[in-house]
Structure formats: C-alpha cells, structure tokens
C-alpha cells in the first residue's frame, strides 16, 4: 500500500511513491505464502490514464478507468497497480477499495489478476536470485 498525499499532477506528491515495483525484488521472502504484488496507490484525488501510463514507465499495458480509480496491468512483467481515488480519510478509502474489489468480481477480472500475481511471483523470485549471486 502506498499513498499521494497531494495531486499526481505535483511531482513532489509524485516522488513519494516513485515506482515501488522496481523494488519489488526486495521483499521476495514475503512472496512464500502469497502471490504479488499488487500496489495499492491511495490518492488523495485522483489519477488519469496518462498518469498511470507514466508511474508504469512505458505505453503498452492495460489501462482501465472504474468506480474506484484506474487498474493499471503490464502483461509482460505482470506488474499491477491500482490508483485508488478521493482518499481523503479513513472512509473514502475504505469505500475506494470496497469499490475495486467489487469491480475485480464483478468484471471477472479477479482471477486474471491472480494469475498476473502469480506469474509475477516467479520474477520476482528469479530477479531476487540473480542479484543474491551476483553479490
């Protein structure tokens, strides 16, 4: 879970949360009983298209605009990022990620996203690996 205090549009908000899946590699114990990850990005506003095409790095993922912000999927890295809108407090968080679990369901999108969590799992791991033995 990662947070922008401010606009996206702000690169100081933007900086906070940088590109958190560049680290993923990082946190590779954690993925022994759990598959991932997938970044939860709170907003305090909220995020466009082009935004969340920039976080990613490159043009070519899927990018979807819901009822809670926007998904963001690259199909070759299987990294995966949600922007979550309004997140004021507390609330408007909680109704955010109700939300995108509801559309994950209901879109039938839930086990793609499994399965990306899996697949990016396995890079992770084998990116953790290679730099382990490289040191």
Wanted: with cysteine.
């Amino acid at each position: 879970m990662h947070a922008v205090p401010a606009a996206l549009s702000l690169a100081a908000a933007r900086e906070l949360v940088g590109r958190p899946f560049l680290d993923d590699h990082l946190y590779a114990d954690r993925l022994k009983t759990v598959d991932g990850p997938l970044h939860l990005i709170a907003c305090h506003r909220g995020a466009t298209e082009t935004q969340a095409r920039s976080l990613l790095g490159f043009p070519d993922a899927t990018v979807v605009s819901g009822p809670f912000g926007i998904f963001v999927a690259d199909n070759v890295q299987k990294v995966q990022f949600v922007f979550l809108a309004n997140c004021r407090d507390d609330s408007q968080t909680r109704h955010a990620c109700q939300r995108f679990f509801e559309w994950l369901y209901q879109t039938g999108e839930a086990e793609i996203v499994a399965r990306r969590a899996e697949s990016r799992t396995r890079i992770v791991k084998i990116i953790a690996e290679e730099l382990d033995a490289s040191t």
